[in-house]
C-alpha cells in the first residue's frame, strides 16, 4: 500500500508543478487537457484514499512517510509557481506566496522535530 499512497502523492506534486507553469504553457490546449485529466484522476484518487483511512486499509502513517518524501519537490514547485507568477501572471502572485508559506511551515517545523 505504501507505493500507492507514494505513487499518490508524486501525482499531487506533479499537478502543482504544472499547475506552477501555467503562465508559461496556458497558451496550448493539450496542457488545459492534460491538466483537468489529472486533476480528475487525482480527485478520485483522493476520495478512494479518504474511504481507505476510514476502512482502515490504508495506515496514516503510510500517507504522512509519503508526504515527506515530496514535501521537498513541493516547496521547490511552489516557489517555482511564485517566481513565474510574479513575472507572467500577478493574479495568482499572493496564492503562491501562501502556499510558499504553507510549505516552508511544513519544512521548518520536520527540521525543528528532527532536532
Known amino acids: 500500500m505504501k507505493n500507492k499512497v507514494s505513487l499518490a502523492n508524486a501525482g499531487f506534486a506533479l499537478f502543482l508543478l504544472f499547475f506552477a ?13 492534460a491538466l483537468c485529466g489529472l486533476a480528475v484522476v487525482l480527485g478520485v484518487v483522493l476520495v478512494a484514499g479518504i474511504v481507505g483511512i476510514f476502512r482502515r486499509k ?13 514535501s521537498p519537490a513541493c516547496f521547490v514547485f511552489c516557489l517555482l509557481g511564485a517566481a513565474l507568477s510574479y513575472v507572467y501572471d500577478e493574479q495568482m502572485f499572493y496564492f503562491w506566496i501562501f502556499m510558499v508559506v504553507l510549505e516552508g511551515s511544513d519544512f521548518v517545523a520536520r527540521l525543528f522535530k528532527k532536532a
Open 21 to 33: 507553469l501555467e503562465p508559461l504553457l496556458c497558451k496550448w490546449d493539450a496542457y488545459w487537457y
Open 58 to 70: 490504508v495506515s496514516t502513517d503510510d500517507c504522512m512517510e509519503a508526504i515527506k518524501k515530496h
